[in-house]
Every structure is written in C-alpha cells, then in structure tokens.
C-alpha cells in the first residue's frame, strides 16, 4: 500500500464566527498559484453558519480538512491545534478574514527554498476594510538576513509582529512552545523564532490584512484570549511576560554569553514597550 505523499505547503487557518468573510477568505487561498498544500480548517465552535460554509468549500475541494471543536478552546489553543494537524514542510496561518496575493505563496517559498538559514518569509502587508477597500495604514517588515543573533532578536521584538502570518519552516515551529497562554503570545512565538533563524521580507507578495472588529478592550481581549482560565495569572498576562522571554532566551540554541546579552536586553524592553498593559494589570488585579 502507497504511502500518500505529504503536501509541501500546510496552511492553518484558526477561526471563530467568520460568516461574513470566509468565502472571500477561502477563494482567495484556493486561487494561489502554488498549488501543493493542504488548508486546515479549525472551527472554535462558531455559532453562525461559518461551519456550513467550510463543509460545502472542503466537499468541492479536496485540500481542504474542516474540524470543528466541542467547545471553544480560546483562541491559543486553537491556533497551535492547527499547526498540530498540519504534515508540510512549510507552515503558514491564515486569519478567515483577509486576503492574499495569487504569488503569495510561491514568492515565500522560492525565498526560503534558496537561502536554508531563512526560517521565516513574509511579504509586505496591505491593510484593508470590510469592503476589501485599502487603507492609508502604515506597516512595516523585518528581514534579519545577514545580522547575527543577539541583533536578530533585538529586531524581531521591536519591530511588526505581521511576520507571524508568513511561511515559516515547521521544524523551526516544531522546535518552540507554540503560542503561550500569556499576552503577546505571537511576539513571544516570533521572537523565540528568531533565535534558529533568519527573516526575510518576501518583496513580490501580499497580505490583505483585513480589521474585521473594533479593537478590542484590554478587558475583552483577555476574555477572547483565555474564556476559560481562572488562574491568577491570567488576570495579569503581561507581567508572565518577563519569565517568558527570559525562559525562551535561557532555552534557546545560543551561547551563554549571548544569553547573558539577551537577558540583559530584554527586561527593560519588557518595561518599556508594555508600560501600559503592565499598569493595567496592576490596577485590575483583583477584578
């Protein structure tokens, strides 16, 4: 019996109530140029007709695998469970609201299939409204080709966290805690990317990145983020954020002098690039 040859591209896309954008969603991924990957669908217990959407789109389309979680298990969790499901030797997630080039694909992948060390492609990122309309948003990119680690990661932290949403190797991803259950989960995922490998800024492509809400109070996000912990430490996410990184930075494949240098990086820029959250969690501690 032949062993079916796994896909070289796997795409998660983790979602929750996207009725309204999924089908442009979907078309826009199916539509790539690059043909070889498998979309994995996971449903976060969506209460409008998201999953009916999905069926009918993987029934006619035999890329696409759609599960649908009992409950919703917070929108952590169900972001590392696709990447959990996926078999490629490339890796991408995909919010259900945005949009991406035909090339987007194709010009991630011929960067990082040339140059080994990137672990990471991304392309630039065009802000959009629910209209599909564009908007004068500024966003950036990072490409840490050439720098060595200690300015890799510096870099990463302080710049867009939008590489998140590129292709990234998934021995790299196989090699990090994923998402943590804390705040900033993704800065913290791209930052302990970092320390295995380049960046680099995939110039040719795009992701229409879509706001498909109002922005979230910080009240709201916690809820979004963690429904169902009640532990005390989710009260106060960005504080774990110190551990985290040092943790990550202690676990890392690097020197120990690198990681002294880190360590040493790292604590202010904690304090001063989440001043406001952390105030925020102090005063809200006990709610």
Sequence with gaps: METETPPLVSIGMAIYNEEQYI???????????????????????????????CLDYASRDNRIRYYR??????????????????????????????????????DCLSIM?????????????????????????????????????????????????NAIYGLIRSE??????????????????????????????????TWYRRINRKTDSKKLYRERCFPTNKKFKSRIPYWGLCYEYTNLIWKGPITLMQKLALTVCIIPSIFIKYKSDLFYD????FK
């Excluded at 140059?115 to 500024?138: F, G």
């Excluded at 913290?188 to 492509?205: C, N």
């Excluded at 102090?282 to 501690?285: D, F, K, R, Y």
């Design 172 to 205: 790299s991803l196989d090699k990090t805690k994923l998402a943590r259950r804390t705040a900033a989960s993704d800065e913290l995922l791209l930052a302990e990317l970092s320390l295995f490998g380049d960046f680099a800024h995939a110039q040719k492509a």
């Design 23 to 53: 089908r442009e969603a979907l078309d826009s991924l199916i539509s790539q140029d690059f043909k070889d990957f498998e979309l994995i669908i996971s449903d976060n217990a969506s209460l409008d007709s998201t999953q009916q959407i």
């Design 113 to 161: 299939e040339k140059n080994p060390n990137v672990i990471v492609a991304h392309p630039k990122t065009i802000w959009i409204d629910e209209n599909a309309e564009e908007l004068n948003i500024k966003s950036g990119f990072v490409d840490t080709q050439g720098g060595w680690v200690i300015s890799r990661f510096i870099v990463v932290v302080w710049t867009t966290k």
């Design 282 to 285: 102090i005063l809200h501690i």
């Design 69 to 106: 979680n009992d409950t919703n298990i917070g929108a952590i969790e169900n972001f590392n469970r696709v990447f959990k499901l996926s078999s490629g030797k490339y890796f991408m997630w995909a919010g259900g609201h945005d949009l991406w080039s035909e090339n987007y694909i194709s």
